[in-house]
């Protein structure tokens, strides 16, 4: 059972920036195409951003500039690095693949807030 534990998250003040990280217990996490996935209040989960085994990165046009996915696949991480934060990235956020085909962890809350 892939197990996905997300951290990094806080409060932050509108313009700062946040640094999330999730380890995966996958065997395969270094060939999987994995992603970073958020739920905003009251909304439906979307990927973010999204990276290949071999690192090639893209990205939704809302973070694109601001948020930069990277990994590590000696260690089974994947990051996020946030910057330039707004209100509106205020979200639940989660890693998986980019499909969606692992179970879920409990997600690290971002609260961007004056």
């Known amino acids: 059972q892939v197990r996905l534990v997300e951290s990094g998250g806080g409060l932050v003040q509108p313009g700062g920036s946040l640094r999330l990280s999730c380890e995966a217990s996958a065997d395969s996490f270094s060939t999987t195409f994995m992603a970073w996935h958020r739920q905003p209040p009251g909304k439906q989960r979307e990927a973010i951003a999204w990276i290949t085994s071999g690192g090639h990165a893209n990205y939704l046009k809302s973070v694109k500039g601001r948020f930069t996915i990277s990994r590590d696949n000696t260690k089974n991480m994947l990051f996020l690095e946030m910057n330039s934060l707004t209100a509106e990235d205020t979200a639940l956020y989660y890693c998986?693949?980019?499909?969606?085909?692992?179970?879920w962890g409990q997600g690290t809350q971002v609260t961007v807030s004056s």
């Open positions: 998986n693949t980019l499909v969606s085909s692992w179970p």
